[in-house]
Every structure is written in C-alpha cells, then in structure tokens.
C-alpha cells in the first residue's frame, strides 16, 4: 500500500521541550512538505523539500526545524522556540516540482502543549 | 488580501441535495487547481484536480474552473450525509514552491 505515514497521532510536548514528528512516504515522490492547520485557516506551509539533503523555509518556519536525509523520510522538529506550537501538523508529498501537481497527505499528528 | 478566499461556512444542506462550493483567487498565474476533502482530524484526501479552465466530472462530483473570472467551484449531485467534511481548494502554478490553499468550507449534510 502506496501512501504517507505521520507518527505519532497524538503528541504532547511540556513547554521548552523539543519535539519530533515523523513523516514517510513510499510513493517515490521527490517533493515532500510540512504544513501547519489551526482551527478555522487554511494550511500554512512550513518547509518544503525537493531533494534530497535540500530544504526552504516556507511562510512560518520559525521555531521549526528539518532534515531530508532521505527520500522518504522528512521529519519534523518544533523546537522551544516555537511559542505557540499547539496545531494539526500535516506531512505531504508530490511527484516533481512544488505547485505543478497534486499533493498527498499523510492522516495528521495532532501536538498540544500542556 | 489573502491570495484564495473561500467562505468557511458551515453550509448546511439535506441529504439529496445539490452543494456548491466555490474558490475565488487573485493571482491569474495559477494553472492547477485542485479540491481536498478533510474529515474531522484527518488529513486531506484529493478529490479533483483540474488544469485550466474547463470543467471535469468525477461520479457525484464536477470541478469548474473559469479563469477569466479567477473563479472556481465544485458541485456535489445527490449529496449524503457522508459528505460531511471540510472542503479545501488549493492552487499552484509551475515553478511555484507549493501549493497555495484556501482557508475551507465546512458542509454539514443533513439525513
């Protein structure tokens, strides 16, 4: 089964914790992405990567950290410098170049500070 | 002024009946546009993706792009209470970093 695989679900972090949120694919794609959705907004794009060992920030990348050692892999660090970190984290990937195809997305990790 | 507008809702319609959901835009550089269909704490399922301007039908579902009016719409014939979700439009072009998305419609579909 092709698709994208976000880990944990569920994740609680206790203020000035760095946390890590894992993001796989086995689809192949080059692209991969991380975004940010809060109640009511639309989705806010963190980093994106489209190669290996190359990442850019997107639109709120403070706070935030990645790495692309891999393919598959583009795991998401929110560090404590991330004030306000309580969101739905999704992960996506696409074929080819960011913003000339679709995007899949992997089912979410929910973080929430306590 | 947010490049996609898209009304939140919630719209809320009986089950049989015919949805529309719509997307306006202000950067006439986008080419791709796409509809996501989001279920509560879940991610973004794809349900259409158009090129350009035209329309294209899938089952109960039409995407329609009308560029000229940076404009676009999904309809949903015979809508069912499994229906209910939020709907996500989103936007690229090529060269662009990623896709650009509006903030979505949640659509409540009454049995």
């Known amino acids: 089964d092709g698709g994208i695989t976000q880990s944990p679900k569920y994740l609680f972090r206790k203020e000035g914790q760095n946390v890590t949120l894992s993001c796989e694919q086995n689809l192949n794609h080059d692209a991969m992405y991380w975004y940010r959705q809060d109640p009511g907004q639309g989705l806010r794009l963190i980093y994106y990567s489209q190669i290996v060992n190359d990442f850019q920030k997107g639109d709120i990348a403070e706070g935030y950290s990645v790495s692309r050692e891999k393919k598959e892999s583009f795991p998401l660090t929110v560090t404590s410098a991330q004030k306000n970190p309580t969101a739905f984290y999704l992960c996506?990937?696409?074929?080819?170049?960011?913003?000339?195809?679709?995007?899949?997305f992997g089912q979410g990790t929910r973080l929430t500070v306590v | 002024q947010k490049e996609v507008e898209q009304d939140p809702g919630p719209l809320s319609v009986p089950e049989g009946a015919i949805v529309s959901l719509n997307c306006t835009y202000s950067?006439?550089?986008?080419?791709?546009f796409m509809w996501y269909r989001q279920y509560s704490r879940k991610g973004p399922e794809l349900l259409m993706y158009t090129y350009s301007s035209g329309n294209k039908e899938d089952g109960r579902f039409t995407a329609q792009v009308d560029k000229s009016s940076k404009y676009i719409s999904l309809f949903i014939r015979d809508s069912q209470p499994s229906d209910s979700a939020t709907y996500l439009c989103?936007?690229?072009?090529?060269?662009?970093?990623?896709?650009?998305f509006g903030s979505g419609t949640r659509l409540q579909v009454q049995p």
């Open positions: 989103a936007m690229g072009r090529s060269g662009r970093r990623a896709l650009t």
């Open positions: 950067n006439s550089a986008f080419q791709y």
């Open positions: 996506a990937s696409s074929i080819i170049t960011p913003g000339s195809t679709e995007a899949f």
